[in-house]
Antibody
Framework: QVQLVESGGRVVQPGGSLRLSCAASGFDVSTYGMHWVRQAPGKGLEWVAN????????YYADFVEGRFTISRDNFKNTLHLQMNSLRSDDTATYYC?????????????WGQGTLVIVSS | SYVLTQPPSVSVAPGQTARITCGGNNMGGKSVHWYQQKAGQAPVLVVYDDDDRPSGIPERFSGFNSGNSATLTISRVEAGDEADYYCQLWHSHSDHWVFGGGTRLTVL
């Protein structure tokens, strides 16, 4: 069955960098659109980034402002999110989610999330 | 940017029907999805493409989308339905995926 397991979250200082990973099983990440979604403590869900099913394009929320990069390692069947120039308002649980070939498809499976805390 | 508006909270007695709305400009022409998030857990897809249910989701969950609003309806509400519910769609003009602010369903 489909499973997504995030890792890499920790406490990091403002201005620092972090790389999140999402290990997938039960399907091939190279053939599905994949997303990162975050949730600040006590707040709602916020879409962060997408990589298209064929890897042809990446899309980012406006607040990313060039600081984050989504990528995938097809050999390891893993999704990544490289986050640079982190700010306190990036503090959140980060989820990876599986989409499909079409942009309008739902996020049909989610990982359990990894917590990122940006604090000095 | 495109905005989806949900009421912050909805309360309903067990066995009654809960309706959670999601408002957005001309959203009737877009595919709307709904997620349930229980306390301390990851979101779960409960309705997709306006009115379809993934396997394993009870028939009590249904959806409708038309004009400038979509509605998630939960019939015969149970205590286990208590959760936050989020609507979501893809905004083609910006290639952004948008979530509503979420609605907390309280079962009285």
């Amino acid at each position: 069955q489909v499973q997504l397991v995030e890792s890499g979250g920790r406490v990091v200082q403002p201005g620092g960098s972090l790389r999140l990973s999402c290990a997938a099983s039960g399907f091939d990440v190279s053939t599905y659109g994949m997303h990162w979604v975050r949730q600040a403590p006590g707040k709602g869900l916020e879409w962060v980034a997408n990589i298209r099913y064929d890897g042809s394009n990446e899309y980012y929320a406006d607040f990313v402002e060039g600081r984050f990069t989504i990528s995938r390692d097809n050999f390891k069947n893993t999704l990544h999110l490289q986050m640079n120039s982190l700010r306190s308002d990036d503090t959140a649980t980060y989820y990876c989610a599986k989409g499909d070939a079409s942009s309008w498809d739902p996020f049909d499976h989610w990982g359990q999330g990894t917590l990122v805390i940006v604090s000095s | 940017s495109y905005v989806l508006t949900q009421p912050p909270s909805v309360s309903v007695a067990p066995g009654q029907t809960a309706r959670i709305t999601c408002g957005g400009n001309n959203m009737g022409g877009k595919s709307v999805h709904w997620y349930q998030q229980k306390a301390g857990q990851a979101p779960v897809l409960v309705v997709y493409d306006d009115d379809d249910r993934p396997s394993g989701i009870p028939e009590r969950f249904s959806g409708f989308n038309s004009g400038n609003s979509a509605t998630l309806t939960i019939s015969r509400v149970e205590a286990g339905d208590e959760a936050d519910y989020y609507c979501q769609l893809w905004h083609s003009h910006s290639d952004h995926w948008v979530f509503g602010g979420g609605t907390r369903l309280t079962v009285l």
